[in-house]
Nanobody, 115 residues
Framework: QVQLVESGGGLVQPGGSLRLSCAAS????????MGWYRQAPGKQRELVAR???????NYADSVKGRFTASRDNAKNIMYLQMNSLKPEDTAVYYC?????????WGQGTQVTVSS
């Protein structure tokens, strides 16, 4: 099955920016609608951004206007540009399909927003 590897997280101050990457191992990536998910301490995993196979996007209200998802199907990579970060964005961020069946979850990448 497809392997997913997230990277790019780190510690940033409120108002700062990060760019997350998700590398997928298989060429079938390009056919799938994908999503960025996050899981904050004590909370359920939530979908924060969705990007179709063709590049159309939508976002959770909590991140709308601040986060931008994109993908490079030729490289089997998707991205999440995160601007104007808030402490409540602190979470482990994951990528996976936004379809009826998820692939195996990667390890995620930790994003911590703190002053």
């Amino acid at each position: 099955q497809v392997q997913l590897v997230e990277s790019g997280g780190g510690l940033v101050q409120p108002g700062g920016s990060l760019r997350l990457s998700c590398a997928a191992s298989g060429s079938i990536f390009r056919f799938y609608n994908m999503g960025w998910y996050r899981q904050a301490p004590g909370k359920q995993r939530e979908l924060v951004a969705r990007i179709t196979s063709g590049g159309d996007t939508n976002y959770a209200d909590s991140v709308k206007g601040r986060f931008t998802a994109s993908r490079d199907n030729a490289k089997n990579i998707m991205y999440l540009q995160m601007n104007s970060l808030k402490p409540e964005d602190t979470a482990v961020y994951y990528c996976n399909t936004a379809e009826s069946v998820w692939w195996d979850w990667g390890q995620g990448t930790q994003v911590t927003v703190s002053s």
